[in-house]
């Protein structure tokens, strides 16, 4: 097959990114994940069929989109539309019937060669720095696709950058770094079992995935999601910092502080956000994370 021809599952393109990697970029998002954090901002990642989302917040409460459902899937309760998931094929008459746009598939098949064309777009933009991220979901679940979207990029001048978890085969990394400029690789939680609490599988694969990349010398940036009762306590920091200095001493550590943004996109795709309440840090707490992880030698930032 061509490889342009390559086909995976997108549940969005997001242009004109600056939080992404360097520069100005345009992300690719694929969908399905292995992973099920409980703290994901992004639900409608995790699974890898398409899903139809209800923006519950811009529906009318109109009932047209039930009257169109061919498979009797949708009913009006007091909070709003219900969604009877088993019975719901995708076929899209309601979303088509719905005037305010609360109704949308997540989800969409197409090929490395048509993702391309959206990334194109921006080229003008990237000048030396910018270009092409592929997120997720998990970009490993996909890899042949992500690597036949880089490999386009690389052909045509365009900078790549690869956000992932780490948790996949060798095979699926090697594809990808073939055509990956750089890394962005999440380091989560250090203990194997913890890990496996918060976010559904252990991480001795995602630990030796990063000591690879690290190898490689490709540039890395790991990144670490702090949660405090989850990973932020001082002794989780010098942790993570020490395993930092001994699987990838040159990568940049970026410390990403603790949202709820994402907790009102659980319902929409028929999900529970199970992650207990949880404070954010403080600016006492990141200049203290900031301070140890330094205390290593370790090029840092926080957000």
């Given amino acids: 097959m061509d490889y342009k ?13 600056i939080d992404d990697g360097p520069g100005v970029r345009t992300t690719v998002f694929v969908k399905g994940c292995p992973l099920s954090c409980k703290w994901c901002s992004n639900p409608e990642s995790q699974c890898f069929a398409p899903q139809l989302s209800y923006r519950y917040t811009s529906c009318k409460r109109c009932g047209k989109c039930i009257d169109k459902c061919p498979q009797g899937a949708l009913s009006m309760g007091e909070d709003g539309l219900i969604i009877d998931r088993e019975k719901c094929d995708l076929c899209g008459a309601c979303v088509k019937k ?14 490395a060669e048509e993702a ?16 092409c991220t592929c997120s997720g979901g998990e970009i490993l679940a996909q890899a042949d696709f992500v690597a036949a979207i880089f490999r386009i ?5 365009i900078h790549t950058n690869a956000d992932t978890s780490g948790f996949g085969s060798r095979e699926a990394l090697k594809k990808i ?6 890394f962005y690789y999440d380091l989560k939680l250090l203990n194997s079992e913890k890990h496996k609490e918060w976010t559904g599988v252990p991480n001795e694969i995602i630990l030796d995935n990063l000591r690879y990349v690290a190898e490689s010398g490709i540039p890395v940036v790991i990144r670490v999601p702090l949660i405090p009762g989850v990973n932020a306590s001082e002794e989780d920091i010098h942790n993570m910092a020490k395993t930092v200095c001994e699987y990838a001493p040159n990568a940049l550590v970026s410390m990403l502080g603790y949202h709820e943004y994402g907790k009102n996109k659980y319902r929409m795709v028929g999900m529970e956000y199970a992650m207990p309440e949880t404070p954010s840090l403080t600016e006492e707490e990141k200049a203290r994370a900031l301070e140890i992880v330094s205390s290593y030698g370790l090029e840092c930032k926080i957000s």
């Fill in 177 to 182: 770094m073939e055509y990956a400029d750089m």
């Fill in 153 to 157: 990029c690389k052909e045509n001048g």
């Fill in 98 to 111: 719905c005037l305010y746009e609360a109704l949308s598939i997540s989800g969409k098949e197409m090929t």
């Fill in 5 to 17: 021809q390559i086909k995976g599952t997108v549940f969005n393109i997001q242009r004109y990114s």
């Fill in 116 to 131: 391309y064309k959206v990334v194109a777009r921006d080229k003008d933009y990237y000048e030396n720095i910018g270009g």
